[in-house]
């Protein structure tokens, strides 16, 4: 049975900081996924992330994949309140057709 | 968005009262998903298709049932809600590679 596990599960910053999420995976998987979501809306595509050693930023988070590890971080620099949300980060076992595994999110609040 | 739509978004029901959701979309996307969303459990997979007619179970499937007679449309079933069917139900579409992409989701309350 595929595990995601996120942490931390919850996490209160102040803007301009920089803080990483940690997702850890259980089994062997090249593809990986985090996305946004917004109170009371729906999930919105970050990254997909699809060898090892991939890494993609967009503004001021990046990601990356040691898929030996089963490790995939989200890295924030400088955060501002905009950013605040709660992440989550997925993975999939045969190329996604039989659907995702979901982390238990991480839920993000920046203070000014 | 890849076009997808869910219905009702809101609605609350009865303890075993039968309730369907409907997922619809436009992209011609292959694959279809259900996942309901409950606090501190993220996103769960319910049933899942791989084309019209074709549906597989997810890991929460009981208490579930799922068809496809169409290629935009997936209609889950509640045969008798019950309160652990309580939940924020999404809808998600895929071509089977890399990412899904989800509905605004369907808020259920059983009482």
């Known amino acids: 049975e595929l595990k995601v596990e996120q942490n931390p599960l919850f996490l209160s910053m102040q803007e301009g900081k920089n803080y990483t999420i940690y997702c850890n995976y259980s089994t062997t998987s090249d593809r990986l996924y985090w996305y946004r979501q917004d109170p009371g809306k729906s999930l919105e595509s970050l990254f997909v992330?699809?060898?090892?050693?991939a890494v993609k930023q967009e503004g001021r988070l990046m990601a990356s994949l040691d898929t030996k590890a089963r490790l995939s971080t989200l890295h924030i620099t400088a955060a501002v309140h905009d950013l605040s949300a709660t992440y989550f980060c997925?993975?999939?076992?045969?190329?996604?057709?039989?659907?995702?595994?979901f982390g238990k999110g991480t839920h993000l609040i920046i203070q000014p | 968005d890849a076009g997808i739509t869910q219905s009702p978004r809101h609605k609350v029901t009865e303890t075993g009262t039968p309730v369907t959701l409907r997922c619809h979309q436009t992209?011609?996307?292959?694959?279809m998903y259900w996942y309901r969303q409950d606090p501190g459990h993220g996103l769960r997979l319910i049933h899942y298709s791989y084309g019209v007619k074709d549906t597989d179970k997810g890991e929460v499937s009981d208490g579930y049932s799922v068809s496809r007679s169409k290629t935009e449309d997936f209609l889950l079933t509640l045969e008798s809600a019950t309160s652990s069917q309580t939940s924020v139900y999404f809808c998600a579409t895929g071509t089977g590679g890399f990412e899904q992409y989800f509905g605004p989701g369907t808020r259920l309350t059983v009482t």
């Open positions: 992330l699809l060898s090892n050693g």
């Open positions: 997925a993975v999939d076992i045969k190329g996604g057709a039989d659907g995702l595994t």
């Open positions: 992209e011609n996307h292959r694959y």
